[in-house]
């Protein structure tokens, strides 16, 4: 039999503090180095260590049970977008990200997606704490993460990272809600001397995007025990565009109206303006093996991104109220009439511009249509203010004495709060007719977490290959969701509703009083987790936890996970699990409004609890936890300068949480809406919830390999990562209906790869990446009549660094280095929206990104 002496804390922080400080740069998933050849033959014989899923010592990835990518640092940074969740997806095989243009809030954040799981299927850590859930819950989620609340990543700089850790296994009996898919681990730099400031420059090939960034890092000492690093990141990306003039505006422009844009409407990613981030991480050796830790951020930047057009003729409820056979005339002194009293509404059929302007001026005083103010139309912008904050604290180390001594410890608290104001701009709240401003307000979601933990690892002889490792704690939780109403005008039932004219900001009425407030949930966990080594090839582990939340009651998941190395080279892994996502405080309590097209056509959407009476008789019932059963099995080779792992896996939801489609909402249901206390709804056409309606079986096959050599008078690492991916929902009914099914099932690809060669000489580094996306689903403006089957695209990233010396870096490269264009919208379709693309590119829609960057290091 062994000892623990491996696992001493003492030995197991210098163990991994060497290895990790020497892995940056080291990605299990892209090798690519920024070092010359003789330091990196040094760093290949560090072991890539990761903390994530497990609760012993840090591991080998190569002698982990489950499957695990670490990418350090300065891979991260030799991402020149400003956004580095695109260089996270091109080095994990089976995670997605994706940008969401025209979505209301959804354009806000970028979710990411994992093993074809929705956004909030993934647990996000930060130095190994739960991160907070943004507060934006996506309603235009891109079909995968319709009604998904999970964390906003593009706060977290790369700058202020020593290496991502993606845990690819379920692992809701390890850390809770949400692991049904995996984990990501943020761990921040915490080096106590040095640091680094970047500059970078870029743009899309088609003249727009333009970003500029400054980041710095620097670490310095808290006394001779301590240290403390701070990063900073600023940041302005300007907005693109990827339209074409839509048919209808193109038709009133040819027509003679001198006031259309062109484009009437943006499709493109959204401007963001003062962007800035702060991330702090310090810690303290309080002797006797102990040591105080704190880290946080505070972040906050703002969007502003396009919206649907408005048509001068046939908006309705805004221009028209009988699809522009005639223009809405409302009478300005006969309020609550119900009718449009002395005034007539202007017959369109036949007429041109100069016809319609010349009657519209020949209107009396007393009679309004909104064609005098916007006689182009009109294209709301939404935007909003979102800022990011969290702190935790704790103290962690050994008990010395008592009857705990030679057990470690961790206890710590973490607060985390995200707020989303959201604005309307160049829109009008139509029923308060000329009156009306035209920027809005529209009130905030504000989400604010707490947790609370104690964990425990305690060594126990128990005769095997090694100590058994015995781990347990406790946690408790606290979540909110509040709702902010918006400013009167954004939510106000103006005098003119009787005649016609729809109430509230167009496009994203403002919060009401009575929807606003502040809903609570509270739960406590208790877990425990068992790690054995039989002998030396045979890995074993079991945990188990229990959770009580205040809302829907308890529940209890398991994880067996092994290894078993069959030669020093050749090893076999398995695990299975099961697991959980609670519905968040705001998916059970949200209510909004929002602006969807039909075949071209806006109609606008309600969004409803599932509680709401009116939501009821539609068929919903109050919100339960996902459930979840994962099995994985794979296999790991490491000789011969190769690091290739192949893990199968398959993972069965049961009550997947989602947005129903869209029901229609007659004259009755309005009645028993306003009945209910829901005001601002004369407008709806339909309304939607948030259900437990369909259950899915995701299976996939992730291969991930490595290798590196001595070549061409330097050193070439070449890295592949392929995922397989096929989702089935095996159970639904009409309230999520065949055409959200469809885009569950065949949004994403099914076949995504990477390759990427590496070369480093003294002075020069360069990388080509070849990134494979297969067919999917193109689908544009959830519109069940745009989606087609898209074919599959390549993609080439580049980047070359040369090494003035130790301190300068200059840099240069491009992302979809040939400008390869996504899948394009069917010409007959295009004239609908505006749309030149389809918005479910898994490339993205915007093209070529060059950029420039200088790196300065001390």
Known sequence: MKNHNKYHPVARAVKFGLAASLSLGISTTALAQEESPDNVKKEQAVEKIAVVGTRSAPRSIGDSPVPVDIIGGEELNKNGNSDMLNLISTTVPSLNVHSQPISDAATLIRPINLRGLSSDSTLVLLNGKRRHRASVISFLGGGINDGAQGPDLSVIPGIALKQVEVLRDGAAAQYGSDAIAGVVNFVLKDAADGGTVEVKHGEYYAGDGTSTEVAANVGMPLTKDGFVNVSMQYKNVDATSRSVQRADAQGLADGGN?????????????????????????????????????????????????????????????????????LLVVDLTDLGSGGQGGCQNIPLSGLNYQQIDAAVQALPDNCFTFFSMFPGGFTPNFGGNITDTSLAVGTKGEFKTGFMEGILYDFSGVVGRSESNFQLFNSVNASLGPETPTDFDAGKYIQLEKTFSADFVKYLPAGLYEDLTVAFGA????????????????????????????NGSNGFPGFQPQTAGTSVRRNYAAYVDVEAEFTENLLGALAVRFEDYDSFGTTTNYKLTGQYRLTDDWALRASTSTGFRAPTVGQANVSNVRTEADQGVLVDIGVLPATNPVAILKGATELQPEESTSYAFGVVYTGYDFFVTADYYRIDVDDRISQSSPFEVTADDIAQLKAAGVRGIDSLTSITYLTNDFDTRTQGLDIVANYSMDA?????????AYNWNDTEVTRFTDITGEFRVSRLEKDLPNHRATFTVTQSWDDWSAFLRTNYYGSYQGVHADDPGLAVRAQWKVTLDAEVSYYINDNFIVSAGAQNLLDNDPEEIPDEWKGFLGGKYFETSPMGINGGYWYLKGTYKF
């Open 712 to 720: 061409f008078n330097g050193r070439t690492s070449l890295a592949l």
């Open 475 to 502: 946690q408790w939780t606290e979540e909110s969701f509040e709702i902010v109403a918006g400013e009167e005008a954004s939510w106000e039932i103006g005098p003119y509703v009787s005649q016609g004219l729809s």
């Open 258 to 326: 001198p006031f259309i844009q062109d484009p009437a409407q943006v499709w493109g990613s959204p401007k963001v303006k003062d962007d800035i981030t702060l991330f702090a991480n310090a810690g303290l050796d309080l002797g006797n093996g102990g040591e105080a830790y704190i880290f946080g951020n505070y972040s906050e930047r703002d969007v502003r991104g396009g919206f649907y057009y408005r048509n001068p003729t046939n908006r309705p409820q805004v221009f028209s109220n009988d699809g522009g056979e005639s």
